[in-house]
Protein backbone atom coordinates (compact mmCIF):
# COMPACT_ATOMS: atom_id res chain seq x y z
CA UNK A 1 0.00 0.00 0.00
CA UNK A 2 1.37 3.55 -0.65
CA UNK A 3 1.14 5.91 1.74
CA UNK A 4 2.91 9.30 2.38
CA UNK A 5 5.60 9.04 4.70
CA UNK A 6 5.72 12.37 5.97
CA UNK A 7 2.81 14.16 7.98
CA UNK A 8 0.40 16.48 6.64
CA UNK A 9 1.79 19.24 9.38
CA UNK A 10 5.53 18.90 8.04
CA UNK A 11 4.18 19.48 4.54
CA UNK A 12 2.63 22.52 4.98
CA UNK A 13 5.99 24.43 5.44
CA UNK A 14 9.14 24.76 3.83
CA UNK A 15 12.44 24.78 4.97
CA UNK A 16 13.75 27.72 6.65
CA UNK A 17 14.72 30.45 4.08
CA UNK A 18 17.39 32.03 6.65
CA UNK A 19 19.20 28.87 6.87
CA UNK A 20 19.13 28.29 3.48
CA UNK A 21 20.75 31.37 2.61
CA UNK A 22 23.83 30.66 5.30
CA UNK A 23 24.50 27.62 2.95
CA UNK A 24 24.34 29.43 -0.07
CA UNK A 25 26.86 32.19 1.20
CA UNK A 26 29.43 29.45 2.07
CA UNK A 27 28.87 28.11 -1.51
CA UNK A 28 29.72 31.46 -2.55
CA UNK A 29 32.37 32.37 -0.22
CA UNK A 30 30.09 35.53 0.29
CA UNK A 31 29.53 37.49 3.01
CA UNK A 32 27.14 36.44 5.27
CA UNK A 33 24.86 38.65 6.12
CA UNK A 34 21.46 36.87 6.59
CA UNK A 35 21.61 34.91 9.35
CA UNK A 36 20.86 36.40 12.74
CA UNK A 37 24.47 35.17 14.75
CA UNK A 38 27.20 37.52 16.04
CA UNK A 39 31.01 36.58 13.99
CA UNK A 40 32.51 38.16 16.68
CA UNK A 41 33.89 36.26 20.26
CA UNK A 42 31.05 36.05 23.14
CA UNK A 43 32.51 37.90 26.71
CA UNK A 44 35.61 36.00 27.56
CA UNK A 45 34.14 35.49 31.48
CA UNK A 46 30.70 33.59 30.48
CA UNK A 47 32.87 31.58 28.32
CA UNK A 48 35.16 30.39 31.02
CA UNK A 49 31.90 29.83 33.34
CA UNK A 50 30.56 27.29 30.53
CA UNK A 51 34.43 25.70 30.85
CA UNK A 52 34.49 26.05 34.37
CA UNK A 53 30.98 24.31 34.66
CA UNK A 54 31.71 21.29 32.51
CA UNK A 55 35.34 20.52 35.02
CA UNK A 56 33.46 20.94 37.90
CA UNK A 57 30.92 18.00 36.52
CA UNK A 58 27.58 19.64 35.87
CA UNK A 59 26.92 17.41 33.02
CA UNK A 60 23.97 15.54 33.90
CA UNK A 61 20.24 16.77 33.60
CA UNK A 62 19.31 19.72 35.21
CA UNK A 63 15.68 20.05 36.70
CA UNK A 64 13.33 19.96 33.48
CA UNK A 65 12.14 23.31 34.32
CA UNK A 66 15.75 24.74 34.89
CA UNK A 67 18.52 25.04 37.16
CA UNK A 68 17.52 26.89 40.08
CA UNK A 69 20.78 29.28 40.09
CA UNK A 70 19.61 30.10 36.42
CA UNK A 71 15.92 30.44 37.47
CA UNK A 72 16.71 32.83 40.59
CA UNK A 73 19.04 34.78 38.58
CA UNK A 74 16.40 35.15 35.69
CA UNK A 75 13.34 36.23 38.10
CA UNK A 76 15.89 38.60 39.98
CA UNK A 77 16.83 40.09 36.89
CA UNK A 78 12.98 40.32 35.74
CA UNK A 79 11.77 41.89 38.96
CA UNK A 80 14.98 44.86 39.02
CA UNK A 81 14.18 45.75 35.52
CA UNK A 82 10.60 45.85 35.29
CA UNK A 83 8.85 45.56 39.09
CA UNK A 84 7.04 42.27 38.63
CA UNK A 85 7.25 39.86 40.89
CA UNK A 86 8.70 36.58 39.52
CA UNK A 87 8.90 33.44 41.63
CA UNK A 88 11.86 31.19 40.26
CA UNK A 89 9.64 28.44 41.24
CA UNK A 90 6.19 28.67 39.67
CA UNK A 91 6.51 31.45 36.80
CA UNK A 92 9.49 29.98 35.21
CA UNK A 93 10.75 27.96 32.44
CA UNK A 94 13.90 27.22 31.34
CA UNK A 95 14.14 25.72 27.83
CA UNK A 96 16.38 25.19 24.87
CA UNK A 97 16.24 28.72 23.78
CA UNK A 98 13.52 30.99 22.86
CA UNK A 99 12.63 28.92 19.63
CA UNK A 100 11.76 25.92 21.93
CA UNK A 101 10.18 28.46 24.46
CA UNK A 102 7.79 29.69 21.86
CA UNK A 103 6.60 26.37 20.43
CA UNK A 104 6.24 24.71 24.34
CA UNK A 105 4.16 27.63 24.67
CA UNK A 106 2.26 27.57 22.14
CA UNK A 107 1.67 23.85 22.30
CA UNK A 108 0.37 24.50 26.13
CA UNK A 109 -2.05 26.99 25.10
CA UNK A 110 -3.72 26.33 21.84
CA UNK A 111 -6.20 23.49 21.01
CA UNK A 112 -6.57 23.14 16.91
CA UNK A 113 -9.08 25.74 15.30
CA UNK A 114 -7.53 28.00 18.32
CA UNK A 115 -6.65 31.12 16.26
CA UNK A 116 -3.77 32.94 16.90
CA UNK A 117 -3.10 37.02 15.89
CA UNK A 118 0.68 37.25 14.19
CA UNK A 119 2.00 40.92 13.08
CA UNK A 120 3.34 40.91 9.53
CA UNK A 121 6.27 40.59 8.22
CA UNK A 122 7.13 38.13 11.25
CA UNK A 123 10.09 36.56 12.43
CA UNK A 124 10.31 33.31 10.06
CA UNK A 125 9.31 30.88 12.95
CA UNK A 126 5.81 31.86 14.17
CA UNK A 127 4.53 30.52 10.88
CA UNK A 128 5.73 26.67 11.48
CA UNK A 129 4.72 27.50 15.08
CA UNK A 130 1.06 28.37 14.30
CA UNK A 131 0.55 25.13 12.24
CA UNK A 132 2.62 22.51 14.49
CA UNK A 133 0.25 23.69 17.79
CA UNK A 134 -2.66 23.85 15.18
CA UNK A 135 -3.50 26.87 15.41
CA UNK A 136 -5.06 29.18 12.88
CA UNK A 137 -2.80 32.29 12.27
CA UNK A 138 -4.24 35.96 11.39
CA UNK A 139 -1.61 38.13 10.24
CA UNK A 140 -2.14 41.96 10.94
CA UNK A 141 0.02 43.88 8.93
CA UNK A 142 3.02 46.39 10.26
CA UNK A 143 2.91 48.99 7.27
CA UNK A 144 6.37 50.59 6.07
CA UNK A 145 7.70 52.84 6.45
CA UNK A 146 7.41 53.16 10.12
CA UNK A 147 5.88 49.90 10.88
CA UNK A 148 3.03 51.01 12.87
CA UNK A 149 -0.49 48.37 12.47
CA UNK A 150 -3.85 50.36 11.84
CA UNK A 151 -5.89 50.01 15.06
CA UNK A 152 -8.87 49.04 13.17
CA UNK A 153 -7.50 45.91 11.40
CA UNK A 154 -5.93 44.71 15.20
CA UNK A 155 -9.70 44.64 16.38
CA UNK A 156 -11.11 42.75 13.26
CA UNK A 157 -8.37 39.98 14.23
CA UNK A 158 -9.82 39.73 17.13
CA UNK A 159 -12.57 37.12 17.89
CA UNK A 160 -14.00 34.77 20.61
CA UNK A 161 -11.82 32.30 18.97
CA UNK A 162 -8.72 33.90 19.40
CA UNK A 163 -6.38 32.06 22.38
CA UNK A 164 -3.05 34.13 21.58
CA UNK A 165 -1.08 37.17 19.85
CA UNK A 166 2.38 36.98 19.37
CA UNK A 167 4.35 40.36 19.68
CA UNK A 168 7.99 40.47 19.11
CA UNK A 169 9.41 43.81 20.61
CA UNK A 170 11.95 44.82 19.55
CA UNK A 171 11.46 43.55 15.95
CA UNK A 172 12.73 41.31 13.81
CA UNK A 173 12.62 42.00 10.85
CA UNK A 174 11.50 45.48 11.06
CA UNK A 175 13.88 46.85 13.83
CA UNK A 176 10.22 48.30 15.01
CA UNK A 177 9.74 48.87 19.01
CA UNK A 178 6.58 48.75 19.69
CA UNK A 179 5.29 51.85 21.44
CA UNK A 180 3.42 51.64 25.33
CA UNK A 181 0.36 53.36 23.30
CA UNK A 182 -0.03 50.19 21.24
CA UNK A 183 0.50 47.51 24.00
CA UNK A 184 -1.74 49.30 25.96
CA UNK A 185 -4.23 48.51 22.76
CA UNK A 186 -3.03 44.93 22.04
CA UNK A 187 -3.59 44.61 25.98
CA UNK A 188 -7.22 45.56 25.76
CA UNK A 189 -8.14 43.66 23.65
CA UNK A 190 -6.45 40.61 25.00
CA UNK A 191 -8.32 41.61 28.08
CA UNK A 192 -11.80 42.01 26.08
CA UNK A 193 -11.56 38.80 24.08
CA UNK A 194 -10.01 36.74 26.85
CA UNK A 195 -6.34 35.99 24.99
CA UNK A 196 -2.80 35.62 25.87
CA UNK A 197 -0.09 37.74 25.19
CA UNK A 198 2.92 35.75 23.83
CA UNK A 199 5.98 38.10 23.80
CA UNK A 200 9.30 37.15 22.42
CA UNK A 201 11.76 40.01 23.65
CA UNK A 202 14.76 38.74 22.93
CA UNK A 203 16.49 42.15 21.44
CA UNK A 204 15.23 43.72 24.34
CA UNK A 205 18.77 44.89 25.32
CA UNK A 206 19.81 46.02 21.74
CA UNK A 207 17.83 49.50 21.52
CA UNK A 208 18.57 52.82 19.46
CA UNK A 209 18.20 56.57 19.27
CA UNK A 210 16.67 56.65 22.84
CA UNK A 211 13.97 53.92 22.35
CA UNK A 212 12.43 52.53 24.94
CA UNK A 213 11.48 49.10 25.40
CA UNK A 214 8.10 48.30 27.07
CA UNK A 215 7.65 44.59 28.26
CA UNK A 216 3.74 43.69 27.86
CA UNK A 217 3.77 42.37 31.27
CA UNK A 218 4.50 46.18 32.93
CA UNK A 219 1.17 46.71 31.26
CA UNK A 220 -1.80 47.13 33.66
CA UNK A 221 -3.50 43.91 33.99
CA UNK A 222 -1.29 41.93 31.88
CA UNK A 223 1.02 40.01 33.74
CA UNK A 224 -1.40 37.63 34.63
CA UNK A 225 -2.19 36.88 31.11
CA UNK A 226 1.36 37.53 29.17
CA UNK A 227 3.82 34.90 28.81
CA UNK A 228 7.88 36.56 27.94
CA UNK A 229 9.99 34.49 26.13
CA UNK A 230 13.80 35.82 26.11
CA UNK A 231 17.05 33.91 26.03
CA UNK A 232 20.58 34.64 26.19
CA UNK A 233 21.43 34.47 22.34
CA UNK A 234 21.48 38.00 21.24
CA UNK A 235 22.04 39.69 24.32
CA UNK A 236 25.24 37.86 25.32
CA UNK A 237 26.21 36.37 21.55
CA UNK A 238 25.74 32.42 22.29
CA UNK A 239 23.35 32.01 19.89
CA UNK A 240 24.66 28.31 19.41
CA UNK A 241 23.75 27.90 23.53
CA UNK A 242 20.44 26.96 22.80
CA UNK A 243 19.24 28.28 26.32
CA UNK A 244 16.09 30.72 26.69
CA UNK A 245 13.02 30.79 29.11
CA UNK A 246 9.08 31.58 29.88
CA UNK A 247 7.79 33.88 32.48
CA UNK A 248 4.83 33.65 33.08
CA UNK A 249 1.35 32.99 35.41
CA UNK A 250 1.65 29.94 37.52
CA UNK A 251 -1.54 27.81 35.98
CA UNK A 252 -0.10 28.32 31.90
CA UNK A 253 3.76 27.71 33.53
CA UNK A 254 2.48 24.65 34.61
CA UNK A 255 1.08 23.45 31.12
CA UNK A 256 4.18 24.64 29.60
CA UNK A 257 6.69 22.91 31.53
CA UNK A 258 4.51 19.74 30.51
CA UNK A 259 5.43 20.19 26.93
CA UNK A 260 8.88 21.33 27.59
CA UNK A 261 9.64 17.88 29.12
CA UNK A 262 8.40 15.56 27.03
CA UNK A 263 9.64 17.94 23.97
CA UNK A 264 13.75 17.92 25.43
CA UNK A 265 13.81 17.58 28.83
CA UNK A 266 15.55 20.26 29.93
CA UNK A 267 18.46 22.97 27.94
CA UNK A 268 22.21 22.19 28.45
CA UNK A 269 23.48 21.99 32.09
CA UNK A 270 26.83 23.66 32.17
CA UNK A 271 25.62 26.27 29.85
CA UNK A 272 22.38 26.53 32.22
CA UNK A 273 25.10 27.42 35.22
CA UNK A 274 27.16 29.84 32.94
CA UNK A 275 23.64 32.03 31.68
CA UNK A 276 23.09 32.75 35.47
CA UNK A 277 27.04 34.40 35.05
CA UNK A 278 26.07 35.95 31.99
CA UNK A 279 22.96 37.70 33.92
CA UNK A 280 25.10 38.79 36.76
CA UNK A 281 26.80 41.03 34.84
CA UNK A 282 27.31 44.91 35.33
CA UNK A 283 24.79 47.36 33.77
CA UNK A 284 27.60 48.56 31.65
CA UNK A 285 27.78 45.52 29.81
CA UNK A 286 24.36 46.11 28.31
CA UNK A 287 25.00 49.98 27.74
CA UNK A 288 28.26 49.07 25.56
CA UNK A 289 26.56 46.11 23.61
CA UNK A 290 23.46 48.94 23.01
CA UNK A 291 26.06 51.02 22.14
CA UNK A 292 28.35 48.81 19.68
CA UNK A 293 25.18 47.68 17.61
CA UNK A 294 24.71 51.10 17.15
CA UNK A 295 27.54 52.35 15.53
CA UNK A 296 27.03 48.76 13.38
CA UNK A 297 23.81 49.73 12.39
CA UNK A 298 24.77 52.99 11.48
CA UNK A 299 27.64 51.64 9.05
CA UNK A 300 25.84 49.30 7.20
CA UNK A 301 23.21 51.88 7.04
CA UNK A 302 25.92 53.96 5.07
CA UNK A 303 27.08 51.22 3.12
CA UNK A 304 23.34 49.93 2.01
CA UNK A 305 22.32 53.62 0.90
CA UNK A 306 25.73 54.08 -0.51
CA UNK A 307 24.90 50.55 -2.93
CA UNK A 308 20.96 52.22 -3.92
CA UNK A 309 19.00 50.34 -0.90
CA UNK A 310 16.10 52.24 0.16
CA UNK A 311 16.37 51.27 4.18
CA UNK A 312 14.04 51.45 6.68
CA UNK A 313 15.82 52.32 9.94
CA UNK A 314 15.45 50.18 12.88
CA UNK A 315 15.21 51.50 16.42
CA UNK A 316 15.82 47.73 17.83
CA UNK A 317 17.52 44.59 17.10
CA UNK A 318 20.48 43.93 15.00
CA UNK A 319 18.68 44.56 11.10
CA UNK A 320 17.96 46.71 8.47
CA UNK A 321 14.76 46.17 5.67
CA UNK A 322 15.47 47.16 3.00
CA UNK A 323 13.25 48.18 -0.23
CA UNK A 324 15.09 46.60 -3.27
CA UNK A 325 12.70 48.14 -5.79
CA UNK A 326 14.92 49.80 -7.65
CA UNK A 327 17.32 47.41 -8.89
CA UNK A 328 14.43 46.44 -11.69
CA UNK A 329 14.79 42.56 -10.59
CA UNK A 330 11.35 40.49 -11.04
CA UNK A 331 11.50 39.50 -6.96
CA UNK A 332 13.09 39.50 -3.98
CA UNK A 333 14.28 35.75 -4.53
CA UNK A 334 15.87 36.55 -7.46
CA UNK A 335 17.70 39.63 -6.43
CA UNK A 336 19.13 37.72 -3.26
CA UNK A 337 19.99 34.88 -5.63
CA UNK A 338 22.29 37.51 -7.63
CA UNK A 339 23.59 39.38 -4.88
CA UNK A 340 25.05 36.27 -3.10
CA UNK A 341 26.34 34.45 -6.17
CA UNK A 342 27.55 37.59 -7.94
CA UNK A 343 28.49 40.15 -5.74
CA UNK A 344 28.98 37.72 -2.51
CA UNK A 345 27.12 39.18 -0.29
CA UNK A 346 23.68 37.15 1.13
CA UNK A 347 20.73 38.50 2.47
CA UNK A 348 17.34 37.19 3.07
CA UNK A 349 14.01 37.69 0.70
CA UNK A 350 11.47 39.96 2.17
CA UNK A 351 8.78 37.08 1.34
CA UNK A 352 10.28 35.13 3.81
CA UNK A 353 8.82 37.46 6.62
CA UNK A 354 5.04 37.45 4.96
CA UNK A 355 2.33 34.53 4.30
CA UNK A 356 1.97 35.63 0.78
CA UNK A 357 5.68 35.66 -1.10
CA UNK A 358 4.51 38.56 -2.69
CA UNK A 359 4.21 41.18 -0.41
CA UNK A 360 7.77 40.80 0.20
CA UNK A 361 9.00 40.76 -3.35
CA UNK A 362 10.38 44.35 -2.95
CA UNK A 363 12.32 43.58 0.16
CA UNK A 364 15.63 42.32 1.36
CA UNK A 365 16.41 41.99 5.18
CA UNK A 366 20.35 42.37 6.03
CA UNK A 367 21.68 41.65 9.78
CA UNK A 368 24.51 43.64 10.97
CA UNK A 369 25.58 41.87 13.95
CA UNK A 370 28.80 41.51 12.61
CA UNK A 371 32.90 42.22 13.03
CA UNK A 372 34.22 45.76 11.42
CA UNK A 373 35.79 43.52 8.97
CA UNK A 374 32.92 41.81 7.60
CA UNK A 375 31.05 44.74 7.28
CA UNK A 376 34.50 46.18 5.29
CA UNK A 377 34.50 43.06 3.18
CA UNK A 378 30.23 43.94 2.57
CA UNK A 379 31.03 47.28 1.75
CA UNK A 380 33.48 46.61 -1.03
CA UNK A 381 31.47 43.76 -3.14
CA UNK A 382 28.31 46.13 -2.66
CA UNK A 383 30.28 48.62 -4.06
CA UNK A 384 30.09 46.49 -7.46
CA UNK A 385 26.40 46.24 -7.60
CA UNK A 386 25.28 49.66 -8.81
CA UNK A 387 27.58 48.93 -12.05
CA UNK A 388 26.46 45.19 -12.28
CA UNK A 389 22.43 45.40 -12.42
C1 LIG B 1 12.60 37.31 17.07
C2 LIG B 1 13.41 36.10 17.31
N1 LIG B 1 12.99 35.18 18.17
C3 LIG B 1 13.69 34.06 18.42
C4 LIG B 1 14.91 33.83 17.79
C5 LIG B 1 15.66 32.57 18.12
O1 LIG B 1 16.21 32.72 19.38
P1 LIG B 1 16.90 31.54 20.20
O2 LIG B 1 18.31 31.45 19.72
O3 LIG B 1 16.82 31.98 21.62
O4 LIG B 1 16.13 30.29 19.95
C6 LIG B 1 15.41 34.76 16.88
C7 LIG B 1 16.68 34.51 16.17
O5 LIG B 1 17.01 35.13 15.21
C8 LIG B 1 14.64 35.93 16.64
O6 LIG B 1 15.08 36.87 15.78
Not at 78 to 89: E, K
Not at 356 to 363: F, V
Not at 367 to 381: I, N, S, V, W, Y
Request: charge should be negative; hydrophobic fraction near 40%.
Amino acid sequence: MSRPRTSQKASRFTESVIREMTRLAQKHNAVNLSQGFPDFPAPEVIKRAACDAILADINQYAVTWGAKPLRDAIAADFTRRWGVPVHPDEHLTVCCGSTEAMISTMMAIVDPGDEVVVFEPFYENYGPDAILSGATPKFVRLHSPDWAFDPRELEAAFSNKTRAIIINTPNNPTGKVFSREELELIARLCQKWGAIAVTDEIYDHILYDGAVHVPMATIDGMADRTITINSVSKTFSVTGWRVGWTIGPADITNAIRKVHDFLTVGAAAPLQAAAAVALSLPVSYYRDLAADYERRRDRLMKILESAGFVCYEPRGAYYIMTDISAFGFPDDVAFARHLVSEIGVAAVPGSSFYREAASGHTKLRFCFCKKDETLDAAETRLAALRAKV
